[in-house]
């Protein structure tokens, strides 16, 4: 069987913030269906570098490319504000804060990107958004505002939201990081379904024992390098970088 194209590839991605270089020549692929989870100290660059997968931070240096569409950062090619578009349509990203916009509704919310982006009519946004805050357990929510959620039940907005753009690949930093613990595994387990289901995605997040069964790959930053990448079994039972091997330890 052959491997098929990846669907995100980054290559040589450099990023420095003042005279801290964040990211140190990264490269990756992402291949269609694949769970990549990215694990890391703080402070390795693991949110840049999910943030410079769809150009939400701009790369000093390297390519993107995601679906076909290659930016070369740095450039200013002429068909480059049209490549950064197509990457953003593509892509979805759920942030830590949720970033939900408080003065609508959870249905509202969900619908937003469709109407305004997608360009869909208000009925259809309106079932779409229905539908998937059903499949991420809030239909009872939607007239709800978010100040009136949990945690928990506004990362599946979150969520939702991210899918209703019809994404080809989703993007989570930290998804349950500003979470109570009790409130972690309602959003893991959506997103354990969404790779049931095959959607491709890149996970931030300190959550081993959920990385070890979601991930098709764990990657591991340090210092702005990815300095291993494995498939779950391998990584957490032997992984060959002492640096990775003190961070498990820590971390059990
Ligand atoms: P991680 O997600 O692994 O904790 P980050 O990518 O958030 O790491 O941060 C890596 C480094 O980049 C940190 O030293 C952080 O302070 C710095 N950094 C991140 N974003 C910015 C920014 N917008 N401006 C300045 N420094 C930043």
């Known amino acids: 069987m052959t491997t098929p194209e990846p669907i995100v590839s980054v290559r040589g991605l450099r990023k420095r913030f003042g005279d801290n270089e964040v990211l140190k020549g990264i490269d990756l692929d992402v291949r269609p269906g694949e769970v990549v989870v990215v694990m890391g100290p703080s402070g390795s660059g693991k949110t840049t570098l999910i943030r410079c997968l769809n150009l939400l931070e701009e790369p000093d240096t390297g390519?993107?490319?995601?679906c076909g569409n290659q930016v070369?950062?740095?450039g200013r090619g002429r068909s480059r504000a049209a490549q950064v578009r197509e990457i953003r349509r593509r892509s979805a990203m759920v942030f830590q804060q949720f970033n939900l916009f408080p003065h609508l509704t959870a249905l509202q919310n969900v619908m937003e990107g469709?109407?305004?982006?997608?360009?869909?009519r208000r009925t259809e946004a309106d079932g779409l958004g229905r539908r998937l805050l059903a499949l991420v357990g809030l239909d009872e929510k939607c007239d709800c505002y978010p100040a009136t959620l949990s945690g928990g039940?506004?990362?599946r907005v979150a969520i939702a939201r991210a899918l209703a753009m019809e994404p080809q690949v989703i993007?989570?930093?930290?998804?349950?990081s500003a979470l109570d613990p009790e409130l972690h595994a309602e959003v893991l387990q959506v997103i354990r379904d969404l790779a049931g289901n095959g959607m491709t995605m890149v996970i931030v997040t300190h959550e081993t024992a959920f990385a070890r069964d979601v991930a098709d790959r764990v990657v591991f930053m340090d210092g702005g390098n990815v300095i291993e990448e494995a498939p779950p079994q391998r990584f957490f039972t032997a992984p060959a970088h002492p640096r990775v091997q003190a961070f498990l330890r820590l971390v059990g």
């Open 63 to 66: 390519t993107v490319s995601m």
């Open 153 to 155: 039940q506004k990362q």
């Open 114 to 120: 469709p109407i305004s982006v997608r360009g869909l």
């Open 171 to 176: 993007l989570f930093d930290e998804p349950t």
């Open 72 to 74: 070369d950062c740095g």
